[in-house]
């Protein structure tokens, strides 16, 4: 699944919007580039706990321990939040997915203040599944 987007955009365009209706609006926008997921992964075993919306997350060795992330909710929004959690972790190694801080980038488009306490409950808890699903990889591997 490829984003014609990058991190780097999605900060400047945040900084560039003006208030947090736009913003919201922006996210809903990119959640709506966000390639469904099928029925046969909108399943219990891909549900992510501790969201409020519904959110369903596979993490998918390729090559060369690379990582593919699909990921879908039922709520725009959230499915915009999925957006930028995927410019960050999607196409990486287990070890580099450990290695991001993606708080940084979340305080950097001031997420961490602007979302509801279950929203931000709900995207930490989906970086909480990525790295567990990363550190799983290594842990099978050692």
């Known amino acids: ?14 900084e560039f919007l003006g208030d947090w209706e736009e913003k919201f609006t922006y996210l809903i926008e990119l ?14 075993q891909y549900r992510v706990q501790g969201c409020q919306a519904s959110v369903w997350l596979r993490v998918i060795p390729k090559k060369n321990d690379i990582y593919e992330i699909y990921a879908d909710s039922d709520a725009f929004i959230v499915k915009g939040l999925i957006v ?8 990486k190694t287990a070890k580099q997915i450990l290695d991001t801080d993606s708080s940084k980038i979340f305080e950097q488009l001031g997420l961490d203040k602007h979302l509801s306490p279950t929203r931000r409950n709900g995207l930490h808890s989906m970086v909480s599944r990525i790295k567990a699903l990363a550190t799983d990889s290594i842990t099978k591997v050692s």
């Open 31 to 44: 959640g709506k580039k966000l390639p469904a997921l099928s029925d046969t992964d909108m399943i219990e």
């Open 84 to 91: 930028v959690l995927l410019l960050i972790y999607n196409y």
């Open 1 to 14: 699944m490829t984003l014609d987007t990058t991190i780097e955009e999605v900060i400047e365009n945040f």
